[in-house]
């Protein structure tokens, strides 16, 4: 991380969503520190279980809270948000998040995303390529494979859910500089396929399930991210119809077609798991040391 | 020979046409029983069929393609 | 005991106060967008607050009772019959086994909403039978309502009775222009200040995408102020590093047609919002149609929060009168 990124201007607005929601912005950019800053706060808010705070959504540079306002003013939840931020204060170097790693075979550059992203190439930048030409190139790679390799070389914290249900907004664990950045499509597609992997301003994303969309269009997931009825294990066993949380870190792993066949053969069969590993995430270790921490990280999940 | 007027049920968009590049439902002079399709109301993103609740002889059509109509309004005359 | 869908209207689903808890997974509220006529259709039919009763918009079902109940038609200004005799709305009234309860023309508002003695009895999802058809959960099936649908009624009625009526001075209004209160903030300060006088000064007209998802609305141009994008948010001045979405908040995609959330709303996204519609006004939105027009007005959070108490207490006082 470089020192401007940490000490870079980070101003926290409170304001009102009406009468039931809070929302808090701590900085109008992404960042990690930021972001970091912005989980501790929010799990402190939860630890503290203050009454008439119905609902705590962290997001990636802010956060929201849904307020009961016949129980808590959102004024008096204001007070009590600045004292835990100033409580929090900048990053102690103890702090640490219980999370898990997970492992998340993804086909880049595959035939379904591809299908449907030439059909919308005129509401796109480029109309003449690929969204991942297009994307190597303003990112400054000399080739498509090599951004396809950058996008899969380290691993994503999930830094907010939502959109619709269970999809993980996920920023890439690498300093600013090595970061990906595309915008999104000119006008929005009317079609993307059930669990294609996008990726939109500083943030890739799994759409759960198939309609609209404005990311740029890389890749595929085999492993579905939402379970309606809750059929494969990993949704029964945790009686939840998302897999993700907010705080995973995923690791993209590239598989080629027949693993990708593979992996949807489990699914059908029901019999489909994540890989993942349970660990202790230390922020200030990250930021001191991004590369070490991922390796480390990925020696948890792959042994 | 009397008239009858079809309005509209929902507000929306009217569509003389299943499709863009399909025959209209119904043009002047043509002959509808009661039940038919004589156009499409588009509101909320979905498709609404307007069917006459009257057979006759299409008199008139009230609006354009893709006017935006409001419930009650006027779209089909017909000579019954 | 059961209702079977004979004609299922255009957009017809079970609903109920809304699955509340879910919002940082993803999931929006869902719930009856127009919570006031739900809440007193179910006290004029004896129900527990949180009945799931039936929506509909623009055209209402045909629906056949299996069994003697109660029902009452609130929400929307439209004919409603039984067996062909029109019956009152605002009003419970009693139907036997076999009859059919259908409407006329919608006169005025957008959607009405069918309580009945015991609510409609589909299984909870994640503590809601609210229908959210975006991911098919929830409600019947998690889809709207199709001809031939049975969906069962629950047992446990409170004290059905026929005849309890809203006075008629309760029964809201359903104006040419709508007025609904808007708390300005969030993202606003990315519209220019001539854009957002502009925004509480505009009669906005609803057009045909209007649903539970969300209400689009045209009536004037709005400009955002021109600035270096922060990073993360993408180059479109109309983009913001993604965050949460209040439930009513307002944004602005491109400038142009400024859109409303609604309870199917996504949770998220990266467009500027300029704020966002009181709660309990979310029930006067959800009673405009397209071709109606829309006014936002300004209020802060003290109006707001006054604008809610005085909903809520008159939902309370016509409750008691009705109990």
Redesign the interface.
Known sequence: MTATEESEDTETRYDFGGDEFVYVELSAAMSLPVHFRSLAITRRLGEEAIAGVEEICPSNASYMVRVDPDRLHPRDLVRELQRIESEVGDLSDDLTVATRIVDVPIMLNDPWTHEVLMKFRDRHQDPTGTDLDYGARINGYDSTEAFIDALAASPYLVTMMGFVPGLPWCFQLVPRERQVEVPKYVRPRTETPERAFGFGGAFAVIYPVKGAGGYQLFGSAPAPIFDGEQRLPDFAENDSVVFFKHGDVINYRRVDRDEYDDVRAQVDAGTWRYSYRELEFSPSRFLADPDGTNASMKEVLYG | MGSHTI?S?????FYHRPSPDAEPYVTQGASVSEGDTVGLV?????F?EVKADAAGTVSKILVENED?V???QDLVELET | MSVIVKDPGLETTVQDTGRLGYYSIGFPPSGALDSFAYHVGNALVGNEPGAAALEAVYLGPTLEFTQDTVIAVTGAEIPAFIDGEEIPIWESVAVSSGSVLSFGQLRAGARPYVAVAGGIDVPLYYGSRSTYTLVGIGGFEGRALRAGDELAIGSEARDPRAGRRVDPGDVPEHPATAEVHLLVGLHSYRLTPESLERFTGTDWKVTPDANRVGYRFRGAELEFVPREQPFGAGSDPANVTDCGYPVGSVQVPGGVEPIVLLQDAVTGGGYATLGTVVSVDRAKLAQTKTGDKVRFVPVDLDGALAVRQERLAALDRIRSALA
């Open positions: 309005t049920r929902t507000p929306g968009v588009e509101v909320m993103k979905t609404h935006e409001t419930i009650g």
